[in-house]
């Protein structure tokens, strides 16, 4: 994290995917179940982690070597995410995550979840980790007519439910998505380093800040 840090926030927002949930493991059980189907090669998890950010449709294109304007993409999305629906509810948050909600509840910080994730999946995360007593609010892609980051509107949607300036609001993410998203809503971005990109391929963040684990974003209150 950068030094000279001195302003505090009283919003915390964060992304799901590899930021606060780790997710990648189950990514990697689905694609490879639908590449066995198709007898094709199996992918390695750290070329599916670096892409589990991405979203569903990287995996694809990881996985079998096509675009969005292939006519088989989206039945192999669709595949993907049948095959997620059988082990997604197995992921656990990222080492000291439950630490750090503990410290909101104490300290009475309002904080929620903005991802691209469909809600499909992201509420049923949300209720199982008993997150939905905890948090503020859980915005997805479906609350904004499926608008998803970099576009800022979950994050501008997110600061209207609760009613906050921006200037007060910060958002953890760990993809360029998440930081374009923070910057075009006038959010303060947060990168986590801990997260699913490779070192090499860090984003700029001049704007923002960067943590190399979830605890550092208490020195934010």
Same mark, same amino acid.
């Given at each position: 994290?950068?030094? /000279? ?41 750290? /070329? ?12 694809? #294109? ?13 039945? *192999?999305?669709?595949?993907?995410? *049948?095959?997620?629906? *059988?082990?997604?509810? /197995?992921?656990?948050?990222? /080492? ?25 999946? #992201?509420?049923?995360?949300?209720? #199982? ?23 800022? %509107? ?8 609760? *009613?906050?300036? %921006? #200037? ?54």
């Amino acid at each position: 994290m950068q030094k /000279n840090q001195n302003k505090k926030y009283t919003l915390f927002l964060f992304d799901l995917d590899g930021t606060l949930l780790d997710t990648a493991r189950e990514f990697h059980t689905a694609l490879n179940e639908i590449l066995d189907k198709e007898k094709r090669p199996h992918q390695s998890f750290d /070329n599916v982690r670096e892409k589990v950010s991405d979203g569903a449709g990287a995996l694809v #294109s990881l996985g079998f070597d096509i675009n969005e304007q292939n006519v088989d993409f989206e039945n *192999k999305r669709n595949d993907l995410l *049948k095959a997620y629906e *059988k082990v997604y509810l /197995n992921s656990e948050p990222f /080492n000291g995550v439950e630490e750090v909600i503990s410290s909101f509840e104490e300290k009475n910080i309002d904080w929620g979840i903005v991802t691209n994730k469909p809600r499909v999946f #992201s509420e049923q995360i949300f209720k #199982s980790l008993g997150w939905d007593k905890k948090a503020k609010l859980l915005v997805c892609p479906d609350d904004v007519e499926n608008l998803r980051k970099p576009n800022p %509107a979950t994050l501008l949607l997110a600061l209207k439910r609760l *009613k906050y300036d %921006a #200037s007060s609001a910060l958002y953890v993410g760990d993809n360029w998505r998440d930081l374009e998203a923070a910057k075009n809503s006038k959010i303060t971005p947060i990168f986590a380093e801990y997260g699913y990109v490779n070192p090499e391929n860090f984003p700029s963040n001049e704007n923002g800040y960067n943590i190399k684990c979830i605890r550092e974003i208490l020195s934010f209150i």
